[in-house]
């Protein structure tokens, strides 16, 4: 049984950082590329970070440039988004997602709240 489990989400302080993580289980996680999504109340759900199955490369939405740094450990299964600077416009449900690199399949986590607030 596939399992994506995010955890490091709460309350923090604008300016302040909070690291995510997601633990992977039930799938060979070096053959799945792997992002971050966020879904903010009454907004669509948007791509923050991506990274390749090896991590040669990664990429992310222009409004969290300079700020986020998305890695991962193949050898633990995790998937790490460390968030700086954060701002209010940040707060949203984090979803850890993994796409393989060749076939259509993807799984999902069940999310962990962010929220910016002072």
């Known amino acids: 049984q596939v399992q994506l489990v995010e955890s490091g989400g709460g309350l923090v302080q604008p300016g302040g950082s909070l690291r995510l993580s997601c633990v992977v289980s039930?799938?060979?996680?070096?053959?799945?590329?792997m992002n971050w999504y966020r879904q903010a109340p009454g907004k669509e759900r948007e791509l923050v970070a991506h990274i390749t199955s090896t991590s040669y490369f990664s990429n992310y939405t222009d409004s969290v440039k300079g700020r986020f740094t998305i890695s991962r450990d193949n050898a633990k299964r995790t998937l790490y988004l460390q968030m700086n600077s954060l701002k209010p416009d940040d707060t949203a449900v984090y979803y850890c997602?993994?796409?393989?690199?060749?076939?259509?399949?993807?799984?999902w986590g069940k999310g962990t709240l962010v929220t910016v607030s002072s």
């Open positions: 039930g799938l060979t996680f070096s053959a799945y590329r």
């Open positions: 997602n993994a796409k393989h690199r060749f076939q259509s399949i993807d799984y």
